[in-house]
Protein backbone atom coordinates (compact mmCIF):
# COMPACT_ATOMS: atom_id res chain seq x y z
CA UNK A 1 0.00 0.00 0.00
CA UNK A 2 2.79 2.30 0.10
CA UNK A 3 2.50 3.55 -3.10
CA UNK A 4 -1.54 4.74 -2.45
CA UNK A 5 -2.04 8.26 -2.52
CA UNK A 6 -5.73 8.75 -1.88
CA UNK A 7 -7.07 6.19 0.37
CA UNK A 8 -11.09 5.94 0.27
CA UNK A 9 -13.64 3.29 -1.82
CA UNK A 10 -10.11 1.40 -2.23
CA UNK A 11 -10.55 0.53 1.24
CA UNK A 12 -14.38 0.70 2.06
CA UNK A 13 -15.57 -1.22 -1.24
CA UNK A 14 -17.83 -0.13 -3.09
CA UNK A 15 -20.92 -2.34 -2.27
CA UNK A 16 -21.90 -2.53 1.45
CA UNK A 17 -21.60 1.02 3.40
CA UNK A 18 -20.61 -1.22 6.66
CA UNK A 19 -17.44 -2.94 5.31
CA UNK A 20 -16.05 -3.58 9.13
CA UNK A 21 -18.92 -3.54 11.74
CA UNK A 22 -16.61 -5.51 14.17
CA UNK A 23 -12.88 -3.86 13.19
CA UNK A 24 -11.73 -2.56 16.76
CA UNK A 25 -7.79 -1.77 15.38
CA UNK A 26 -6.37 0.13 12.02
CA UNK A 27 -2.91 0.48 11.74
CA UNK A 28 -1.85 2.23 8.60
CA UNK A 29 2.13 2.28 9.02
CA UNK A 30 5.44 3.60 5.96
CA UNK A 31 2.66 4.82 3.49
CA UNK A 32 5.13 7.20 2.27
CA UNK A 33 3.04 8.11 -0.98
CA UNK A 34 -0.41 8.56 0.99
CA UNK A 35 -2.09 12.30 0.31
CA UNK A 36 -5.82 12.14 1.43
CA UNK A 37 -8.20 9.93 2.95
CA UNK A 38 -11.43 9.94 1.17
CA UNK A 39 -14.55 9.14 3.08
CA UNK A 40 -16.70 6.86 1.65
CA UNK A 41 -20.46 8.19 1.15
CA UNK A 42 -21.71 10.91 3.54
CA UNK A 43 -20.51 11.54 7.71
CA UNK A 44 -23.46 9.20 8.44
CA UNK A 45 -21.77 6.28 6.74
CA UNK A 46 -18.49 7.00 8.34
CA UNK A 47 -20.15 6.56 11.49
CA UNK A 48 -20.92 3.47 10.95
CA UNK A 49 -18.05 2.29 9.38
CA UNK A 50 -15.98 1.99 12.04
CA UNK A 51 -18.77 1.43 14.95
CA UNK A 52 -16.49 -0.74 16.87
CA UNK A 53 -12.94 0.42 16.40
CA UNK A 54 -11.01 1.41 19.54
CA UNK A 55 -6.97 1.98 18.62
CA UNK A 56 -6.04 3.83 15.07
CA UNK A 57 -2.67 3.98 14.59
CA UNK A 58 -1.20 6.35 11.68
CA UNK A 59 2.91 6.14 11.75
CA UNK A 60 5.07 7.27 9.20
CA UNK A 61 2.58 8.75 6.37
CA UNK A 62 4.88 11.96 5.20
CA UNK A 63 2.41 13.21 2.97
CA UNK A 64 -0.70 12.80 4.55
CA UNK A 65 -2.50 15.43 4.24
CA UNK A 66 -6.73 15.06 4.50
CA UNK A 67 -9.21 14.53 6.70
CA UNK A 68 -10.63 11.68 8.84
CA UNK A 69 -13.62 10.17 10.22
CA UNK A 70 -14.92 12.67 12.82
CA UNK A 71 -16.90 10.52 14.63
CA UNK A 72 -15.37 7.32 15.85
CA UNK A 73 -17.96 6.90 18.85
CA UNK A 74 -15.84 3.20 20.22
CA UNK A 75 -12.08 4.60 19.60
CA UNK A 76 -10.08 4.90 22.78
CA UNK A 77 -6.61 4.77 21.77
CA UNK A 78 -5.05 7.17 18.68
CA UNK A 79 -1.55 7.03 17.80
CA UNK A 80 -0.42 9.45 15.17
CA UNK A 81 3.60 9.85 14.51
CA UNK A 82 5.83 11.00 11.62
CA UNK A 83 2.89 12.90 9.27
CA UNK A 84 4.69 16.04 8.91
CA UNK A 85 2.12 17.88 6.74
CA UNK A 86 -0.88 16.76 8.67
CA UNK A 87 -3.02 18.58 10.72
CA UNK A 88 -5.07 16.71 12.76
CA UNK A 89 -8.73 18.12 13.30
CA UNK A 90 -11.18 16.36 14.70
CA UNK A 91 -14.78 17.32 16.39
CA UNK A 92 -15.32 14.75 19.03
CA UNK A 93 -13.92 11.44 20.51
CA UNK A 94 -16.01 10.53 23.18
CA UNK A 95 -14.45 7.41 23.88
CA UNK A 96 -10.80 8.93 23.66
CA UNK A 97 -8.50 7.72 26.64
CA UNK A 98 -4.73 7.75 24.97
CA UNK A 99 -3.75 10.44 22.48
CA UNK A 100 0.00 9.96 21.27
CA UNK A 101 0.65 12.95 18.74
CA UNK A 102 4.34 13.11 17.30
CA UNK A 103 5.71 14.82 13.87
CA UNK A 104 2.65 16.32 13.00
CA UNK A 105 2.16 20.09 12.08
CA UNK A 106 -0.76 20.77 14.58
CA UNK A 107 -4.01 19.88 16.26
CA UNK A 108 -7.38 21.23 16.27
CA UNK A 109 -10.63 20.32 18.12
CA UNK A 110 -13.91 21.48 16.59
CA UNK A 111 -17.81 21.20 17.60
CA UNK A 112 -19.36 19.69 14.53
CA UNK A 113 -20.99 23.00 13.13
CA UNK A 114 -17.23 24.86 12.45
CA UNK A 115 -17.03 25.04 9.12
CA UNK A 116 -13.31 25.41 7.14
CA UNK A 117 -13.53 29.54 7.92
CA UNK A 118 -14.32 28.92 11.64
CA UNK A 119 -11.19 30.83 13.54
CA UNK A 120 -10.08 27.28 14.63
CA UNK A 121 -9.26 26.43 11.13
CA UNK A 122 -7.84 29.65 10.73
CA UNK A 123 -5.30 28.63 13.55
CA UNK A 124 -4.24 25.69 11.95
CA UNK A 125 -3.48 27.39 8.54
CA UNK A 126 -0.46 29.92 10.92
CA UNK A 127 2.06 29.24 9.24
CA UNK A 128 3.94 30.66 12.41
CA UNK A 129 3.74 27.59 14.51
CA UNK A 130 3.39 29.10 17.64
CA UNK A 131 0.45 27.23 19.00
CA UNK A 132 -0.11 23.72 18.55
CA UNK A 133 -3.13 22.42 20.51
CA UNK A 134 -6.25 25.03 19.50
CA UNK A 135 -9.60 24.27 20.97
CA UNK A 136 -10.37 22.80 24.06
CA UNK A 137 -9.82 19.10 24.50
CA UNK A 138 -12.18 18.17 28.01
CA UNK A 139 -15.16 19.40 26.15
CA UNK A 140 -13.99 17.03 23.03
CA UNK A 141 -12.69 14.22 24.60
CA UNK A 142 -14.30 13.70 28.20
CA UNK A 143 -12.56 10.68 29.01
CA UNK A 144 -9.43 11.38 27.76
CA UNK A 145 -6.83 10.45 30.74
CA UNK A 146 -3.53 10.28 28.80
CA UNK A 147 -1.97 12.86 26.33
CA UNK A 148 1.72 12.44 24.23
CA UNK A 149 3.34 14.91 22.12
CA UNK A 150 6.38 14.33 20.70
CA UNK A 151 8.49 14.92 17.68
CA UNK A 152 7.13 18.41 17.27
CA UNK A 153 10.11 20.32 15.03
CA UNK A 154 8.74 23.72 14.88
CA UNK A 155 6.55 23.93 18.11
CA UNK A 156 7.18 27.10 20.31
CA UNK A 157 4.19 26.76 22.74
CA UNK A 158 1.88 23.88 22.91
CA UNK A 159 -1.19 26.17 24.12
CA UNK A 160 -2.26 29.72 23.37
CA UNK A 161 -3.22 30.59 26.70
CA UNK A 162 -2.84 29.84 30.54
CA UNK A 163 -6.68 29.47 30.57
CA UNK A 164 -6.75 26.97 28.14
CA UNK A 165 -3.46 24.54 29.56
CA UNK A 166 -5.57 24.40 32.84
CA UNK A 167 -9.00 23.32 30.84
CA UNK A 168 -7.18 21.00 29.22
CA UNK A 169 -4.52 19.12 31.87
CA UNK A 170 -7.31 19.25 34.45
CA UNK A 171 -8.95 16.59 32.31
CA UNK A 172 -6.33 14.15 31.80
CA UNK A 173 -4.05 11.88 33.93
CA UNK A 174 -0.52 12.05 32.79
CA UNK A 175 1.15 14.59 29.81
CA UNK A 176 4.03 13.95 28.42
CA UNK A 177 5.91 16.33 25.92
CA UNK A 178 9.36 14.90 24.47
CA UNK A 179 11.85 15.32 21.63
CA UNK A 180 10.44 19.35 21.04
CA UNK A 181 13.80 21.41 20.71
CA UNK A 182 12.20 24.52 19.80
CA UNK A 183 9.86 24.83 22.84
CA UNK A 184 9.58 27.79 25.12
CA UNK A 185 6.91 27.41 27.12
CA UNK A 186 3.95 25.58 27.58
CA UNK A 187 2.26 28.40 27.14
CA UNK A 188 2.38 31.46 25.02
CA UNK A 189 0.48 34.11 27.47
CA UNK A 190 1.03 33.63 31.12
CA UNK A 191 -2.44 35.32 33.11
CA UNK A 192 -2.34 36.86 36.78
CA UNK A 193 -3.63 35.68 39.47
CA UNK A 194 -3.47 32.15 38.04
CA UNK A 195 -3.34 30.58 41.99
CA UNK A 196 -6.67 31.97 41.98
CA UNK A 197 -8.11 30.41 38.78
CA UNK A 198 -6.31 27.21 39.97
CA UNK A 199 -7.96 26.75 42.79
CA UNK A 200 -11.35 27.28 41.36
CA UNK A 201 -10.89 24.15 39.03
CA UNK A 202 -10.81 20.29 39.80
CA UNK A 203 -7.61 18.59 38.19
CA UNK A 204 -6.95 15.07 37.73
CA UNK A 205 -3.32 15.31 36.63
CA UNK A 206 -1.18 13.29 38.62
CA UNK A 207 2.40 13.01 35.78
CA UNK A 208 3.52 15.12 33.96
CA UNK A 209 7.04 14.56 32.22
CA UNK A 210 9.16 16.99 29.87
CA UNK A 211 12.08 15.43 27.90
CA UNK A 212 14.47 16.38 25.42
CA UNK A 213 13.16 19.85 25.20
CA UNK A 214 16.18 21.77 24.71
CA UNK A 215 14.92 25.17 24.24
CA UNK A 216 12.47 24.90 27.27
CA UNK A 217 13.27 28.25 29.21
CA UNK A 218 10.34 28.41 31.63
CA UNK A 219 7.23 26.41 32.90
CA UNK A 220 3.88 28.11 34.08
CA UNK A 221 2.82 28.12 37.52
CA UNK A 222 0.25 26.77 37.52
CA UNK A 223 1.81 23.51 35.92
CA UNK A 224 3.56 22.65 39.38
CA UNK A 225 0.68 23.67 41.21
CA UNK A 226 -2.02 21.35 40.68
CA UNK A 227 -3.36 19.90 43.72
CA UNK A 228 -3.67 16.14 42.25
CA UNK A 229 0.20 15.92 40.81
CA UNK A 230 1.89 12.89 42.27
CA UNK A 231 5.71 12.63 39.86
CA UNK A 232 7.35 15.08 37.46
CA UNK A 233 10.16 14.08 35.09
CA UNK A 234 11.99 16.82 33.83
CA UNK A 235 14.65 15.03 31.53
CA UNK A 236 17.41 16.75 28.54
CA UNK A 237 16.03 20.41 29.30
CA UNK A 238 19.12 22.27 28.81
CA UNK A 239 17.76 25.95 28.13
CA UNK A 240 15.62 25.59 31.86
CA UNK A 241 17.28 28.30 34.46
CA UNK A 242 14.92 27.65 37.21
CA UNK A 243 11.68 26.55 38.19
CA UNK A 244 8.41 28.74 39.66
CA UNK A 245 9.18 29.94 42.80
CA UNK A 246 5.78 28.39 44.32
CA UNK A 247 5.24 25.72 46.67
CA UNK A 248 4.89 21.94 45.75
CA UNK A 249 1.38 20.57 45.28
CA UNK A 250 0.36 18.70 48.41
CA UNK A 251 0.57 15.16 46.82
CA UNK A 252 3.72 15.52 45.22
CA UNK A 253 5.63 12.62 45.86
CA UNK A 254 8.71 12.75 43.27
CA UNK A 255 10.73 14.82 41.33
CA UNK A 256 13.44 13.36 38.95
CA UNK A 257 15.14 15.89 36.94
CA UNK A 258 18.48 14.98 34.56
CA UNK A 259 20.25 16.54 32.13
CA UNK A 260 19.19 20.14 32.93
CA UNK A 261 22.50 22.01 32.70
CA UNK A 262 21.41 25.70 32.83
CA UNK A 263 19.78 24.68 35.82
CA UNK A 264 20.82 27.00 38.78
CA UNK A 265 18.35 26.29 41.96
CA UNK A 266 15.61 25.11 43.21
CA UNK A 267 12.98 27.47 44.45
CA UNK A 268 13.07 28.07 48.32
CA UNK A 269 9.40 27.74 47.95
CA UNK A 270 9.81 23.70 47.66
CA UNK A 271 12.40 23.53 50.56
CA UNK A 272 10.57 25.82 53.43
CA UNK A 273 6.64 24.14 52.46
CA UNK A 274 5.60 22.70 56.28
CA UNK A 275 2.87 20.90 53.78
CA UNK A 276 4.82 19.06 51.52
CA UNK A 277 4.76 15.32 50.73
CA UNK A 278 7.75 15.30 48.42
CA UNK A 279 9.33 12.24 49.53
CA UNK A 280 12.11 11.42 46.72
CA UNK A 281 14.13 13.87 44.43
CA UNK A 282 16.37 12.82 41.61
CA UNK A 283 18.75 15.03 40.22
CA UNK A 284 21.36 14.31 37.50
CA UNK A 285 23.66 15.63 35.42
CA UNK A 286 22.72 19.43 36.01
CA UNK A 287 26.09 21.11 35.56
CA UNK A 288 25.03 24.06 37.09
CA UNK A 289 24.28 23.76 40.29
CA UNK A 290 26.34 24.60 43.63
CA UNK A 291 24.06 23.36 46.08
CA UNK A 292 20.47 22.04 46.26
CA UNK A 293 18.77 24.42 49.62
CA UNK A 294 19.38 27.87 50.58
CA UNK A 295 19.06 26.60 54.31
CA UNK A 296 17.54 23.46 54.55
CA UNK A 297 15.86 20.02 52.50
CA UNK A 298 11.83 19.68 52.59
CA UNK A 299 10.96 18.17 55.44
CA UNK A 300 9.56 15.21 53.72
CA UNK A 301 11.53 14.19 52.21
CA UNK A 302 13.07 10.45 52.35
CA UNK A 303 15.33 9.66 49.74
CA UNK A 304 17.98 12.45 47.67
CA UNK A 305 19.92 11.16 45.04
CA UNK A 306 22.24 13.31 43.43
CA UNK A 307 24.82 12.19 40.41
CA UNK A 308 26.86 14.02 38.10
CA UNK A 309 26.54 17.32 39.54
CA UNK A 310 29.96 18.78 38.49
CA UNK A 311 29.61 21.90 40.37
CA UNK A 312 27.85 21.20 43.29
CA UNK A 313 29.87 21.94 46.46
CA UNK A 314 27.50 21.28 49.31
CA UNK A 315 23.74 19.71 49.29
CA UNK A 316 22.53 23.18 52.05
CA UNK A 317 24.31 26.68 51.41
CA UNK A 318 27.63 26.90 51.90
CA UNK A 319 28.86 29.35 54.99
CA UNK A 320 28.68 32.89 54.43
CA UNK A 321 26.06 32.78 51.93
CA UNK A 322 22.65 34.34 52.80
CA UNK A 323 19.27 33.63 52.39
CA UNK A 324 16.81 36.53 51.52
CA UNK A 325 14.12 34.42 52.68
CA UNK A 326 15.13 32.52 55.21
CA UNK A 327 15.85 32.68 59.31
CA UNK A 328 17.46 31.18 61.80
CA UNK A 329 14.70 30.08 63.38
CA UNK A 330 13.46 28.35 60.79
CA UNK A 331 16.25 26.06 59.89
CA UNK A 332 16.28 22.86 59.93
CA UNK A 333 17.45 19.59 58.00
CA UNK A 334 15.15 16.86 56.35
CA UNK A 335 14.30 14.77 59.82
CA UNK A 336 12.79 12.01 57.48
CA UNK A 337 15.66 11.48 55.16
CA UNK A 338 16.25 7.63 55.08
CA UNK A 339 18.75 7.04 51.90
CA UNK A 340 20.82 9.43 50.73
CA UNK A 341 23.12 8.65 47.46
CA UNK A 342 26.05 11.17 46.20
CA UNK A 343 27.55 10.36 42.98
CA UNK A 344 30.41 11.73 40.61
CA UNK A 345 29.81 15.07 42.38
CA UNK A 346 34.00 16.16 41.91
CA UNK A 347 33.38 19.69 43.49
CA UNK A 348 31.34 18.50 46.62
CA UNK A 349 33.55 19.76 49.86
CA UNK A 350 30.66 18.70 52.56
CA UNK A 351 27.42 17.05 52.44
CA UNK A 352 26.41 19.49 54.56
CA UNK A 353 27.12 23.06 55.43
CA UNK A 354 28.42 23.61 58.24
CA UNK A 355 26.01 26.26 59.10
CA UNK A 356 23.67 23.52 58.91
CA UNK A 357 21.41 24.29 62.20
CA UNK A 358 18.50 22.44 63.47
CA UNK A 359 14.88 24.04 65.29
CA UNK A 360 13.33 20.88 65.34
CA UNK A 361 16.07 18.63 66.42
CA UNK A 362 18.46 20.32 68.98
CA UNK A 363 20.79 17.29 69.59
CA UNK A 364 21.77 17.47 65.56
CA UNK A 365 25.04 18.90 65.43
CA UNK A 366 26.03 21.09 62.63
CA UNK A 367 27.81 19.47 59.55
CA UNK A 368 26.34 15.93 60.42
CA UNK A 369 24.06 14.00 58.78
CA UNK A 370 20.06 13.69 59.58
CA UNK A 371 19.34 11.27 62.55
CA UNK A 372 16.64 9.28 60.11
CA UNK A 373 19.16 8.15 57.95
CA UNK A 374 19.41 4.92 57.16
CA UNK A 375 21.24 4.53 53.56
CA UNK A 376 24.24 6.61 52.51
CA UNK A 377 26.11 6.25 49.55
CA UNK A 378 28.98 8.50 48.24
CA UNK A 379 30.77 7.61 45.09
CA UNK A 380 33.21 9.14 42.93
CA UNK A 381 33.60 12.84 44.76
CA UNK A 382 37.27 13.46 44.88
CA UNK A 383 37.40 16.62 46.86
CA UNK A 384 35.34 15.86 49.86
CA UNK A 385 37.54 15.07 52.94
CA UNK A 386 35.07 13.23 55.13
CA UNK A 387 31.53 12.16 55.03
CA UNK A 388 30.20 14.43 58.60
CA UNK A 389 31.96 15.64 61.58
CA UNK A 390 30.88 12.71 63.84
CA UNK A 391 28.62 9.66 63.37
CA UNK A 392 27.21 10.26 67.28
CA UNK A 393 24.08 10.81 66.69
CA UNK A 394 23.57 9.01 63.15
CA UNK A 395 21.94 5.95 65.05
CA UNK A 396 19.55 4.86 61.99
CA UNK A 397 22.42 4.29 59.58
CA UNK A 398 21.97 0.48 58.33
CA UNK A 399 24.31 0.87 55.28
CA UNK A 400 27.61 2.92 54.50
CA UNK A 401 29.21 2.86 50.89
CA UNK A 402 32.47 5.10 50.03
CA UNK A 403 33.73 4.65 46.89
CA UNK A 404 36.38 6.52 45.19
CA UNK A 405 36.73 9.75 47.32
CA UNK A 406 40.75 10.08 47.03
CA UNK A 407 40.21 12.79 49.14
CA UNK A 408 39.19 11.81 52.17
CA UNK A 409 41.65 10.92 54.66
CA UNK A 410 39.66 9.91 57.93
CA UNK A 411 36.16 8.45 58.91
CA UNK A 412 33.95 10.25 61.57
CA UNK A 413 34.24 9.30 65.22
CA UNK A 414 31.49 7.50 66.28
CA UNK A 415 30.93 4.58 63.84
CA UNK A 416 31.04 2.23 66.95
CA UNK A 417 27.99 3.04 67.76
CA UNK A 418 25.91 2.50 65.17
CA UNK A 419 24.11 -0.07 66.86
CA UNK A 420 22.32 -1.00 63.23
CA UNK A 421 24.74 -1.14 60.87
CA UNK A 422 24.47 -4.25 58.80
CA UNK A 423 26.50 -3.47 55.82
CA UNK A 424 30.07 -1.17 55.41
CA UNK A 425 32.14 -0.52 52.40
CA UNK A 426 35.39 1.67 52.07
CA UNK A 427 36.63 1.20 48.25
CA UNK A 428 39.49 3.18 46.73
CA UNK A 429 39.85 5.88 49.10
CA UNK A 430 43.56 6.07 48.46
CA UNK A 431 44.22 8.39 51.20
CA UNK A 432 42.17 7.04 53.88
CA UNK A 433 45.07 5.93 56.61
CA UNK A 434 42.97 4.59 59.67
CA UNK A 435 39.57 3.76 61.11
CA UNK A 436 38.10 5.70 64.04
CA UNK A 437 39.61 4.47 67.38
CA UNK A 438 36.16 2.60 68.50
CA UNK A 439 36.48 0.25 65.53
CA UNK A 440 33.31 -0.83 64.02
CA UNK A 441 29.69 -1.53 66.18
CA UNK A 442 29.25 -5.53 67.01
CA UNK A 443 25.36 -5.92 66.99
CA UNK A 444 24.40 -6.05 63.46
CA UNK A 445 27.03 -5.84 61.40
CA UNK A 446 26.83 -8.97 58.57
CA UNK A 447 29.27 -7.34 55.35
CA UNK A 448 32.15 -5.22 55.90
CA UNK A 449 34.51 -4.48 52.63
CA UNK A 450 37.89 -2.74 52.68
CA UNK A 451 39.87 -2.11 49.83
CA UNK A 452 41.95 -0.45 47.36
CA UNK A 453 42.72 1.87 50.14
CA UNK A 454 46.46 1.78 49.45
CA UNK A 455 47.52 4.36 52.46
CA UNK A 456 45.69 2.71 54.96
CA UNK A 457 47.67 1.51 57.94
CA UNK A 458 45.70 -0.92 59.93
CA UNK A 459 41.91 -2.30 59.23
CA UNK A 460 39.71 -1.42 61.91
CA UNK A 461 40.04 -2.73 65.54
CA UNK A 462 38.24 -5.57 66.84
CA UNK A 463 37.41 -7.73 63.72
CA UNK A 464 37.53 -11.08 65.45
CA UNK A 465 34.53 -9.68 67.81
CA UNK A 466 32.46 -9.67 65.25
CA UNK A 467 30.07 -12.41 65.53
CA UNK A 468 27.14 -11.71 62.76
CA UNK A 469 29.66 -11.07 60.55
CA UNK A 470 28.95 -12.97 57.22
CA UNK A 471 31.46 -11.53 54.63
CA UNK A 472 34.64 -9.99 55.27
CA UNK A 473 36.31 -8.50 51.62
CA UNK A 474 39.70 -6.63 52.68
CA UNK A 475 42.45 -5.21 51.17
CA UNK A 476 45.85 -3.37 52.35
CA UNK A 477 46.17 -3.19 56.35
CA UNK A 478 47.46 -4.58 59.53
CA UNK A 479 45.64 -6.88 61.41
CA UNK A 480 45.91 -7.65 65.21
CA UNK A 481 46.66 -10.85 66.32
CA UNK A 482 43.12 -12.15 67.57
CA UNK A 483 43.01 -12.32 63.35
CA UNK A 484 39.48 -12.62 62.14
CA UNK A 485 36.07 -13.76 63.38
CA UNK A 486 35.64 -17.60 62.21
CA UNK A 487 31.77 -17.26 61.64
CA UNK A 488 32.42 -16.13 58.34
CA UNK A 489 30.49 -17.50 55.15
CA UNK A 490 32.25 -15.72 53.18
CA UNK A 491 36.33 -14.43 52.85
CA UNK A 492 37.56 -12.66 50.33
CA UNK A 493 41.40 -11.55 50.64
CA UNK A 494 42.68 -9.06 48.17
CA UNK A 495 46.64 -8.42 48.22
CA UNK A 496 46.95 -8.49 51.83
CA UNK A 497 49.97 -10.71 52.21
CA UNK A 498 50.41 -9.99 56.05
CA UNK A 499 46.98 -11.69 57.07
CA UNK A 500 47.54 -14.90 54.24
CA UNK A 501 51.35 -15.33 55.50
CA UNK A 502 49.22 -15.21 59.81
CA UNK A 503 47.23 -17.74 58.08
CA UNK A 504 50.08 -19.84 57.28
CA UNK A 505 52.49 -18.91 59.96
CA UNK A 506 50.48 -18.52 62.79
CA UNK A 507 49.05 -21.96 62.31
CA UNK A 508 45.29 -20.21 62.38
CA UNK A 509 44.82 -21.33 59.11
CA UNK A 510 41.51 -21.94 57.00
CA UNK A 511 40.25 -25.14 58.67
CA UNK A 512 38.96 -22.69 61.75
CA UNK A 513 36.22 -21.42 59.64
CA UNK A 514 33.40 -24.54 59.49
CA UNK A 515 31.35 -22.10 58.31
CA UNK A 516 32.64 -20.90 55.56
CA UNK A 517 31.38 -21.42 51.62
CA UNK A 518 32.65 -18.96 49.48
CA UNK A 519 36.95 -18.30 49.48
CA UNK A 520 38.85 -15.66 47.10
CA UNK A 521 42.51 -15.21 47.57
CA UNK A 522 43.90 -12.60 45.00
CA UNK A 523 47.90 -11.30 44.63
CA UNK A 524 48.85 -12.72 48.29
CA UNK A 525 51.95 -14.13 47.76
CA UNK A 526 54.57 -14.06 45.11
CA UNK A 527 56.14 -17.58 46.40
CA UNK A 528 53.87 -19.71 46.42
CA UNK A 529 54.31 -22.86 44.09
CA UNK A 530 51.01 -25.29 45.03
CA UNK A 531 47.69 -25.06 46.61
CA UNK A 532 46.56 -24.90 49.09
CA UNK A 533 49.69 -23.92 50.41
CA UNK A 534 51.95 -26.44 53.54
CA UNK A 535 52.15 -25.77 57.27
CA UNK A 536 55.97 -24.08 57.61
CA UNK A 537 55.68 -25.91 61.21
CA UNK A 538 53.65 -28.98 60.98
CA UNK A 539 54.80 -29.60 57.15
CA UNK A 540 51.58 -30.94 55.93
CA UNK A 541 49.20 -29.04 53.35
CA UNK A 542 47.35 -26.44 54.89
CA UNK A 543 43.58 -27.64 54.92
CA UNK A 544 40.41 -26.20 53.98
CA UNK A 545 37.10 -26.26 55.60
CA UNK A 546 35.08 -29.18 53.82
CA UNK A 547 32.11 -26.65 53.80
CA UNK A 548 33.44 -24.60 50.47
CA UNK A 549 31.09 -24.02 47.74
CA UNK A 550 33.42 -21.79 46.27
CA UNK A 551 37.07 -21.37 46.05
CA UNK A 552 38.64 -18.25 43.83
CA UNK A 553 42.02 -18.44 43.56
CA UNK A 554 43.57 -14.76 41.45
CA UNK A 555 47.60 -13.22 40.35
CA UNK A 556 49.46 -15.85 42.10
CA UNK A 557 52.43 -15.43 39.42
CA UNK A 558 54.30 -18.70 40.38
CA UNK A 559 51.57 -21.39 41.49
CA UNK A 560 52.20 -24.22 39.65
CA UNK A 561 49.91 -27.09 40.68
CA UNK A 562 46.82 -27.76 42.60
CA UNK A 563 47.44 -30.18 45.93
CA UNK A 564 45.77 -33.08 45.80
CA UNK A 565 43.70 -31.74 49.43
CA UNK A 566 41.44 -29.79 46.79
CA UNK A 567 39.59 -33.34 46.04
CA UNK A 568 38.64 -33.48 49.36
CA UNK A 569 36.52 -30.82 49.03
CA UNK A 570 32.92 -32.46 48.33
CA UNK A 571 30.76 -29.64 48.53
CA UNK A 572 32.78 -27.88 46.02
CA UNK A 573 31.06 -26.40 43.33
CA UNK A 574 32.32 -23.81 41.63
CA UNK A 575 36.67 -23.86 41.11
CA UNK A 576 37.85 -20.31 39.33
CA UNK A 577 41.45 -20.17 38.09
CA UNK A 578 42.81 -16.66 37.19
CA UNK A 579 46.19 -15.52 36.30
CA UNK A 580 48.55 -18.05 37.32
CA UNK A 581 50.92 -17.83 34.25
CA UNK A 582 52.39 -21.09 35.74
CA UNK A 583 50.01 -23.26 36.75
CA UNK A 584 50.21 -26.71 34.78
CA UNK A 585 48.76 -29.44 37.01
CA UNK A 586 45.85 -30.15 38.42
CA UNK A 587 46.23 -33.38 41.38
CA UNK A 588 46.60 -36.68 40.40
CA UNK A 589 43.60 -37.75 42.27
CA UNK A 590 41.80 -35.56 39.86
CA UNK A 591 38.98 -32.73 40.89
CA UNK A 592 36.16 -32.89 43.19
CA UNK A 593 33.39 -34.94 41.95
CA UNK A 594 30.82 -31.94 43.36
CA UNK A 595 32.58 -29.59 40.70
CA UNK A 596 29.64 -27.93 38.46
CA UNK A 597 32.07 -24.89 37.26
CA UNK A 598 35.45 -24.34 36.70
CA UNK A 599 36.73 -21.01 35.08
CA UNK A 600 40.38 -20.93 33.72
CA UNK A 601 42.08 -17.62 32.52
CA UNK A 602 45.06 -16.16 32.28
CA UNK A 603 46.90 -19.65 33.27
CA UNK A 604 48.14 -20.64 29.39
CA UNK A 605 50.24 -23.60 30.52
CA UNK A 606 46.63 -25.07 32.00
CA UNK A 607 44.58 -24.10 29.30
CA UNK A 608 47.00 -26.07 26.40
CA UNK A 609 46.37 -28.90 28.67
CA UNK A 610 42.24 -28.77 28.55
CA UNK A 611 41.50 -28.32 25.19
CA UNK A 612 39.03 -30.35 23.21
CA UNK A 613 41.29 -31.50 20.41
CA UNK A 614 43.57 -33.55 22.44
CA UNK A 615 44.40 -31.88 25.95
CA UNK A 616 45.58 -34.03 28.63
CA UNK A 617 42.88 -33.45 30.92
CA UNK A 618 40.06 -32.62 28.50
CA UNK A 619 38.16 -36.16 29.47
CA UNK A 620 38.81 -35.99 32.93
CA UNK A 621 37.16 -31.99 33.10
CA UNK A 622 34.00 -33.76 30.73
CA UNK A 623 33.47 -36.12 33.65
CA UNK A 624 33.39 -33.83 35.51
CA UNK A 625 31.56 -31.17 34.46
Not at 116 to 125: A, I, Y
Not at 146 to 171: A, P, V
Not at 593 to 617: A, F, M, N, T, V
Request: hydrophobic share 35%; glycine share 6%.
Amino acid sequence: MTSVKRLGSEFYGNDSPIPFPCLETLLFENMREWEDWISHGSSQGVVEGFPKLRELHILRCSKLKGTFPEHLPALEIYVIKGCEELSVLVSSLPALCKLQIGGCKKVVWRSATDHLGSQNSVVCRDTSNQVFLAGPLKPRLPKLEELKINDMKEQTYIWKSHNELLQDICSLRRLTITSCPKLQSLVAEEEKDQQQQLCELSCRLEYIELSECEGLVKLPQSSLSLSSLRYIEIYKCSSLVSFPEVALPSKLREINIWHCDALKSLPEAWMCDTNSSLEILEIWSCRSLTYLAAVQLPRSLKRLDIQCCSNIRTLTMEEGIQSSSSSSSRRYTSYLLEELCISSCRSLTSIFSKNELSATLESLEVGNLPPSLKSLRVQGCSKLESIAETLDNSTSLETIHIFYCENMKILPSGLHNLRQLQEISIEGCGNLESFPEGGLPCAKLKEVVIRWCGRLEALPKGLHNLKSLQKLTIGKGGLEEDGLPTNLHSLDIRGNMEIWKSMIEWGQGFHRFSSLRELRIEGCDDDMVSFPPEDIRMGTTLPLPTSLTSLAIFSFPNLERLSSSIVDLQNLTSLYLVGCPKLKYFPEKGLPSSLLELWIGGCPLIEEKCRKDGGQYFYSLFYYL
